[in-house]
């Protein structure tokens, strides 16, 4: 039996390499590889022993021979594949060892493997009479098939196959990507280039999916470590898809609250992706309190998210309060722990750091997908522009941007109030903007009176806005940009209240 190893990263590899040579079976190494193998005293023969050819062109070119290939390749159930090795005199491979240059890690030219992809896939191609390892993770269990049996299973050569073409395909997915940031690239082609390569490797196995007879499971970019992979559950039962989805909404909604007002403590209760309830306060617990105040009936079986420490006297504020699916912070005291598990066991617990900006957005239905790039408040609010005789106050400023913040993140079409730092009236989802406005109106109640909204698009009459005036909202924010913005400029002038335009439409469906 022979084995060929060429691998950039080393982990593992001696102590794979001396449990092949204990074995018996002969070792090949290029390179680096060699050298450590030469370090830790183990016998091998070099690449150049086997192709009777050095190493050439600063190593571009050490593993591309005829000797090497073709002793991965043959088909051992052909007598003319055999007889050709034996023709000349090229010994069969049985085991290939190799992984690639990280050309994530410096993106250039010099970092973009030719000799390793092409002795994977080779031996993957081959994977009836050839085992290919691309991972230092598969060592020990391959090592311990091979011990105790002397040779690998179909199975097991299938499954490494697979694995391999996954992983060249990752890696040349990575070379495409540096392509398309280029300085050659326009912006537009850098966004949503011609081809678009998403390698996702499975990172975790979810409850079920969007319903209970859905199979579900949460995926990565390969090569990264998104924000959900540091978190860790403390306490309830498995995550779902919509679990996921929601508390993702939630994280993410809480981190940018603080960020607008920053010194604050921000929480959000997310139903459905949407807020019922977003708060700023002066402590987590007040921020809690008023975001539950908002809409208490709402919040039952939502997503509770925390942008800090969940302490003992929040969690027996929360306990108290309607069942929530999931409770997410950036840290849980032990003795929270203890009062949540006592109360609320199905809960789950989970503490995380903070998220990493978005990225591509891709939806997919059917063979057709939709990709744009993460939508970005960019407008700030000292860019906003008032339209009104009448002009805000601090405060007011204050709650329109958060109306404005949470209303971008509510699902189209959105109107969201707010007052003293509360999004206290929420309309989403609805076919109707007027009809939007009515629910938020509604929820809000008496705090509609001398609060902020915002309108996720343009009012497209002055119907719309007049539902908010006749409760009591005294600003309004909203993008513009309507045939009859002068109308309902107009509507607000004689309302007496304050609106101002953004520029920046905020869709979200």
């Known amino acids: 039996m022979r084995a060929l190893l060429s691998v950039w990263d080393k ?19 290029s390179g680096g590889t060699a050298a450590a193998l030469s370090d830790a005293g183990i016998a091998h023969l070099e690449v150049a022993d086997v192709t009777g050819f050095p190493e050439m062109l600063d190593g571009r070119v050490k593993t591309l021979h005829p000797r090497l290939h073709a002793g991965i390749l043959a ?27 990280p050309f994530s890690s410096d993106p250039s030219i ?29 060592y020990d269990a391959v090592l311990e098939e091979i011990v105790t049996t002397g040779t690998l299973s179909d199975a097991t050569r299938h499954a490494l196959a697979r694995a391999a073409f996954a992983y060249t395909a990752a890696y ?7 392509f398309d940031v280029s300085a050659e690239s326009s912006h537009v082609e850098r966004v949503v280039p011609s ?12 409850r079920y999916g969007e319903n209970p007879h859905q199979i579900g499971a949460r995926y990565r970019l390969a090569g990264t470590t998104p924000w959900w992979d540091g978190v860790t559950q403390h306490a309830g039962s498995a995550l779902s898809y919509l679990n996921l989805f929601d508390a993702d909404a939630a994280w993410r909604l809480v981190h940018e609250l603080a960020s607008d007002i920053p010194g604050t403590c921000a929480v959000a209760i997310i139903k459905h992706a949407n807020a ?14 008023k975001a539950l105040d908002a809409d208490a009936q709402s919040a039952f079986g939502g997503i509770i998210a925390v942008g800090g420490q969940l302490d003992r006297a929040l969690a027996s504020l929360i306990a108290e309060g309607p069942q929530a699916d999931v409770i997410i912070a950036s840290s849980i005291d032990p003795d929270a722990i203890d009062i949540l598990v006592k109360r609320r066991k199905a809960t789950r617990l989970l503490s995380a750091p903070s998220p990493e900006p978005l990225g591509l957005s891709v939806r997919t239905f059917g063979d057709t997908a ?12 000292a860019d906003w522009k008032c339209v009104t005789i009448a002009t805000p106050t601090e405060q007011q400023l204050q709650d329109l941007a958060i109306a404005w913040r949470v209303c971008a993140r509510t699902t189209s079409n959105a109107i969201v109030i707010a007052r003293d730092g509360v999004a206290v009236g929420i309309g989403a989802g609805q076919q109707s903007r007027v009809v ?4 938020a109106t509604t929820k809000a109640g008496d705090f509609a009176r001398g609060a902020a909204a915002a309108s996720d698009a343009f009012f497209p009459f002055a119907d719309g806005l007049e539902s908010l005036t006749s409760a009591g909202v005294t600003s309004v924010v909203q993008p513009g940009g309507s045939v009859r913005d002068q109308e309902v400029i107009d509507a607000a002038n004689a309302a007496t209240i304050v609106m101002m335009l953004t520029s920046e439409r905020h869709f979200r469906h």
């Open 11 to 29: 982990t593992g590899l001696v102590e794979l390499a001396a449990g092949l040579a204990a074995h018996g079976v002969e070792l090949v190494a």
């Open 110 to 138: 010099e970092l973009i493997d030719i000799g390793g992809p092409s002795m994977v896939r080779a031996a993957a191609k081959n994977h009836e009479h050839v085992g290919v390892l691309t991972s230092p993770s598969q």
């Open 195 to 206: 081809t678009l390569h998403l390698t996702l490797e499975r990172a975790a196995a979810v």
């Open 75 to 101: 088909d051992r159930s052909k007598p003319e594949h055999l007889a050709a090795l034996k023709e000349h005199d090229i010994t069969a491979i049985d085991l290939v060892v190799s992984n690639l240059y």
């Open 370 to 381: 939709l990709v744009q790039n993460a939508d970005e408040l960019l407008v700030p609010v």
């Open 436 to 439: 939007a406005a009515g629910i």
């Open 276 to 289: 019922s309830g977003a708060a700023v306060g002066s402590t987590f617990t007040d921020a809690f309190q």
């Open 172 to 178: 040349d997915a990575q070379i495409v990507a540096w």
